[in-house]
């Protein structure tokens, strides 16, 4: 949770100092953030695929198959984040220019946009690191290092986007650079702590030579969670279009509110984290019934925390609002929009702890399944609809968001009921003296 909450200060800062410019700042940061995520999301399937290998292996007591495991997704994924970077440079402003807008913020937007994906190898690192150190249980190591980079973040923030000291004002670009180097911490000492052997995974330079074999795995796993982070992604893109319709300063108060919501849903995606590695590494020792018992808590735990988040966020939005912006108008849309979304938490929170059920299992068809479904089969038509032919404006779409988490989170409950998650995905067995 704790490791959760400092990656979601990244955004939390960088919306916070930039919010000091206008709507503009705030509203090019929200409008990059999909297109930042559609990237991400390839990050997440293969670290996703990291995750439930080396949790089962580990499970099972095999530790050289989950090094060697944990080698190969740090070298698949990085010449993945190479290739994407270069393809991202070169794109984001025709694909940005196909979302629409002022051309302030186009340019803006862009600009972020371009230095954020430079340095995509540094942040598909910071992926990698965090999900192998998952995978065996060891949540304290990333905690630490993500801690470390969200002060290095925090530090540079100002001084790059205002030009404090001797260094330029670089606005928006300048909250992208502070980024990209308090990435570039976690990757290089997060990198090293893999390769040194002493925090529970030892990857070798013989574990870096791509084995086809493994790849195909890997891939087969995450692929299907890289679709659905994808999906979600251009699902998130086409909600922007439409807010960006509306204009600017709704825009603003949608980024403002998300940068909430992410604080409040940090327990739900900590606690999905780890179902996920609990439910890997007790299908990997044979145990689906303590696995099983291990999801439910998850979830009773998640739901709980979620009710009392909402009721914060409920009684106090206006409040949070203001910190960030004395513009009326872009508060009343943020009040508008946390008001329905908060009644939503709990069903986030269970979606987020079910999801992390199939990832562990190593079943993300699922996962992509239910990320797909609550964005394309409910809410993106809803969005569509509801801003401008039922004429709601920006309320229909926090009542698409509302709508689409609570019709997912019956429909993924249903499915993790079946019980078609309960068996693992990696061959053999595990060493008999461990069995027991």
Avoid: C
Wanted: hydrophobic share 55%; proline share 4%.
């Amino acid at each position: 949770m704790l490791a959760n909450l400092f990656q979601t200060v990244y955004n939390f800062t960088d919306r916070l100092w930039l919010s000091r410019f206008g709507p503009i700042g705030i509203a090019a940061l929200q409008l990059s953030f999909p297109l930042i995520f559609l990237m991400f999301a390839v990050a997440a399937g293969v670290t996703m695929a990291g995750t439930a290998l080396v949790s089962q292996y580990t499970g099972a007591g095999r530790h050289e198959e989950a090094n060697l495991a944990a080698g190969q997704v740090f070298s698949f994924a990085g010449l993945l984040s190479i290739a994407l970077a270069v393809i991202g440079i070169f794109l984001a402003p025709a694909i940005l220019s196909l979302i629409g807008g002022e051309p302030a913020l186009m340019e803006a937007s862009a600009s972020y946009l371009r230095i954020i994906y430079l340095g995509l190898p540094l942040a598909f690192s910071t992926f990698v690191v965090t999900a192998l150190f998952n995978g065996v249980g060891d949540t304290l190591t990333p905690m630490i290092l993500m801690g470390a980079s969200v002060g290095v973040n925090i530090v540079l923030d100002p001084f790059f986007i205002f030009g404090w000291g001797p260094f330029p004002a670089w606005g928006v670009t300048g909250a992208a650079v502070a980024t990209v180097i308090s990435r570039a911490l976690m990757a290089l000492v997060g990198s090293y702590l893999l390769f040194s052997g002493k925090f529970g995974i030892h990857i070798r330079r013989r574990h870096l030579r791509l084995r086809w074999s493994l790849v195909r795995r890997i891939v087969s796993i995450g692929g299907m969670a890289s679709i659905g982070q994808a999906g979600s992604a251009l699902g998130f893109t086409v909600m922007n279009g439409a807010l960006a319709r509306i204009g600017t300063v709704v825009l603003g108060a949608f980024g403002i509110g998300n940068a909430f919501i992410a604080i409040a849903l940090m327990p739900a995606m900590g606690l999905g984290q780890a179902t996920a590695t609990m439910v890997g590494q007790n299908l990997g020792a044979e145990q689906p019934k303590r696995a099983k018992q291990s999801a439910w808590a998850g979830m009773a735990i998640s739901s709980v925390i979620l009710s009392v988040a909402a009721v914060f966020v409920l009684v106090f939005r206006t409040t949070f609002l203001g910190v960030f912006t004395s513009d009326p108008a872009v508060i009343a849309a943020g009040r508008d929009m946390m008001l329905l979304v908060a009644f939503a938490f709990p069903f986030m929170g269970i979606i987020q702890v079910v999801m992390g059920v199939y990832q562990g299992s190593g079943h993300t068809f699922y996962s992509m399944f239910f990320g797909l479904f609550r964005l394309w089969a409910v809410r993106v038509p809803l969005v569509l609809t509801l801003p401008f032919a039922v004429g709601l404006g920006a309320n229909g779409v926090w009542w698409a968001m509302f709508v689409s988490n609570g019709v997912t989170a019956a429909l993924s409950l249903g499915f993790f009921m079946s019980g078609n998650w309960m068996h693992r995905v990696i061959k053999g067995k595990p060493p008999a003296e461990e069995t027991t």
